[in-house]
């Protein structure tokens, strides 16, 4: 008994472990980099290097070249101006020798990309490449080794011997040095935090071939233990609904182009090293990421292009996962429909919008928006090439949204390069409905329908006078069908009660409400109808609204032209106001000024304020005569007289127009003054001290 029960025991636990460590479902992409997105992003490119001047960055020239063949773009726009900016950018004196390496790299790979027949001194290249490799950054060191691996296959200029094997490794270690324990890379050794974006780069440089022969024991024990920390990485992204990215550490980058940087470096990793060693990203986060970048396929620069293909390239083709994504063709169906269009078609395609085949397609379940019960339940998908059919008119779906969670199951050898994928999407069943049940009662009471009743068949009217009077209560009652086979009453997002008065065209609109029995329902008290018409008793017109995004067919249903409303009269006061008429003259405004007060008995106390105010001035004349004013250096001649006689002058009209403004001006006209002179001010100004500065150098220089 006890051996059974520690079984049952271990069985619990594993079950609940496999619960919690499941791997979570792969929801696959909700959009993929259609044709349409390949135009769009062609065109943003070649819009760019339609300017007379491009290319003038090299880092540009290559961002553009490179996504165009990517993209499988047979023109390369300005190949031999390109060509011409990279050799100019190699030989560049102030580029080798400010050890601008990151354009030195990209200048190498643009001869590479275009096949550039340029031929430059080797010696000048390879001193600028050695001062780099000796700085602590890692643009340097980076830049540096990644320019000397790439010219090792270039025939620009050879360099083989120039770098040894033990020099690439130590550059390797230096750069491993400026690992953080979370994974990121640090820029200098100095730097606070570190970057996913090196990450990235960092891992792609370790997946190319030429650096994987320079490794040494130690090197591979530290690249190993860099590669534990990719799951660590992708975890600590950040997740928005289905999208992964990864946050910039600084402001050169931006999220789109971090993100990218670090999956095509986990990407490039797993194609070197997954047979020997898992690497810590799921297929689901691939998707993810994937997700993402299609979220920022509206790409505004040549850059973000570049990223965001050069992205999508590496979640695409890896060897861990590839996501997929499930495309319904049309999102709409008629009620009505018959034969394959009643069918519900289903595409699997891959990131770049290409089909995916041998799938598998099941429609696991769809159900009403709303409702929880099942129409179809585990229906397989008829296969035609790259199309999965599902016959889902054959339910007999009323209109409305569905729900369709459908499961994709590669086949064959695409099992091992696409997972299953279980998603969900939204399909809606349009067709005509009518308003049925149609009930109008005319009670006293408000809680209970007991009066005059009218009804009415749709879409007929009620053609005799119905008379309602005030203190009433309307009571309205109607369903919405489906005019299908079922006719089952429906629930729609707008439904309406519109009175209209038939001589001034004045309308009011009543909201109905559905019952548990899904009948609309709407109760229209006549007193509060009244102040809405401001008590004009008449003849009104009853209209039926009924509207919603699966309905072929609104309604607009008069269901009462003739309804003869009598208000109470409306409630005069001594306050009330005259009704205003707006085609008469209305009479004129007079406004009457407040009389000015008589402050005679301030005047002292404003005269005191004023002397106080002008003391300063008397006292700075009087100081003049004991201290003496230094005007050595004041010019009495030339050019320099006009300017500084000038700019005291503009000067005292300044103070001139304020002191007006304090004594009698408006501000406004202080302003114009103000404005105006500032003119002057500035340009007498500015030659009166430049000139003054000038002799007060050339003083200088003569006396030294």
Request: glycine share 6%.
């Amino acid at each position: 008994m006890q051996g059974k029960t520690l079984l049952f025991c271990v069985g619990f636990l594993l079950a609940i472990t496999t619960v919690v460590y499941a791997a979570p479902v792969n929801t696959g992409l909700s959009s993929t980099f259609t044709e349409e997105d390949v135009a769009d992003t062609i065109s943003l490119i070649t819009s760019a290097t339609k300017d007379k001047s491009w290319p003038t960055n090299i880092q540009e020239a290559y961002f553009a070249s490179h996504t165009l063949r990517l993209l499988g773009s047979s023109s390369l726009p300005k190949q031999k101006e390109q060509c011409n900016l990279a050799k100019s950018t190699l030989t560049d004196k102030k580029t080798l020798d400010s050890l601008d390496i990151i354009s030195i790299y990209y200048a190498v790979l643009v001869a590479d990309e275009l096949k550039c027949d340029i031929k430059i001194d080797r010696q000048p290249l390879i001193d600028s490449l050695r001062k780099s490799t000796e700085k602590n950054s890692f643009n340097h060191i980076y830049y540096s080794t990644a320019t000397i691996l790439a010219l090792h296959n270039s025939n620009i200029v050879q360099i083989k011997g120039e770098f040894k094997d033990s020099e690439i490794s130590g550059l390797i270690s230096k750069l491993h040095g400026l690992v953080e324990e979370d994974g990121s890379v640090l820029a200098t050794p100095n730097a606070k935090e570190g970057s996913l974006y090196n990450t990235g780069l960092l891992l792609q440089l370790l997946s190319k071939p030429t650096t994987a022969a320079v490794f040494t024991a130690a090197d591979q024990k530290k690249l190993e233990s860099l590669y534990d920390q990719i799951d660590s990485m992708v975890d600590a992204g950040s997740e928005d609904g289905n999208q992964l990215q990864f946050s910039a550490d600084d402001d050169r980058h931006s999220n789109l182009q971090t993100t990218a940087s670090l999956i095509r470096g986990i990407a490039d990793v797993a194609g070197v090293v997954q047979k020997k060693k898992k690497i810590g990203i799921r297929a689901n986060q691939i998707s993810q990421i994937g997700e993402y970048l299609l979220a920022n396929k509206k790409s505004t620069t040549v850059q973000d292009a570049y990223f965001l293909i050069s992205g999508l390239r590496a979640v695409q083709s890896n060897p861990i996962s590839s996501p997929l994504s499930l495309t319904i063709v049309k999102s709409s169906i008629l009620s009505s429909a018959k034969g394959d269009e009643g069918n519900v078609v289903v595409r699997v395609t891959d990131v770049f919008d290409k089909p995916v085949s041998p799938v598998q397609v099941y429609l696991t379940k769809a159900n009403q928006v709303g409702k929880t019960e099942a129409i179809i339940a585990k229906q397989e998908a008829v296969s035609q090439g790259s199309s999965h059919t599902i016959n889902f008119i054959g339910a007999k779906p009323d209109q409305g949204f569905y729900n369709l969670e459908l499961r994709a199951t590669p086949q064959g050898e695409q099992t091992n390069k696409y997972p299953t994928v279980e998603t969900k999407r939204k399909i809606k069943v349009i067709g005509p409905v009518v308003v049925s049940d149609l009930e109008l009662v005319v009670s006293d009471q408000k809680d209970k329908a007991d009066g005059s009743k009218y009804k009415s068949t749709y879409p007929n009217k009620i053609e005799e006078p119905i008379p309602i009077n005030n203190g009433q209560f309307v009571h309205f009652t109607f369903r919405v069908r489906g005019d299908t086979a079922t006719g089952r009453p429906l629930i729609v997002q707008q439904s309406f009660i519109r009175f209209t008065n038939t001589q001034t065209g004045q309308e009011q609109v009543f909201v109905a409400t559905p019952n548990d029995t899904k009948f609309y329902t709407a109760v229209i008290n006549v007193d509060e109808v009244s102040r809405v018409f401001k008590h004009q008793s008449g003849e009104y017109r009853v209209d039926v609204i009924v509207g919603d995004a699966f309905i072929q067919n609104p309604v607009l249903w008069t269901i009462a032209p003739s309804v003869q409303m009598k208000f109470a009269a409306p409630p005069v006061t001594k306050n009330t106001p005259a009704p205003i008429s707006f085609s008469s003259v209305l009479p004129e405004i007079k406004f009457k000024f407040p009389e000015q007060v008589n402050r005679d008995r301030l005047k002292f106390f404003s005269n005191v304020y004023s002397l106080v105010v002008l003391a300063p001035f008397p006292l700075f004349l009087i100081g003049l005569g004991f201290v003496g004013a230094n005007i050595k250096r004041f010019p009495f001649s030339g050019l320099d007289f006009i300017y500084a006689v000038g700019f005291l002058a503009s000067i005292g009209g300044l103070l001139g127009s304020l002191v007006a403004f304090w004594i009698y001006m408006t501000l406004t006209q202080a302003i114009g003054y103000l404005s105006i002179l500032a003119i002057p001010t500035c340009v007498f100004g500015q030659r009166a001290l430049s000139r003054l500065a000038g002799r007060g150098k050339e003083k200088h220089l003569k006396e030294e």
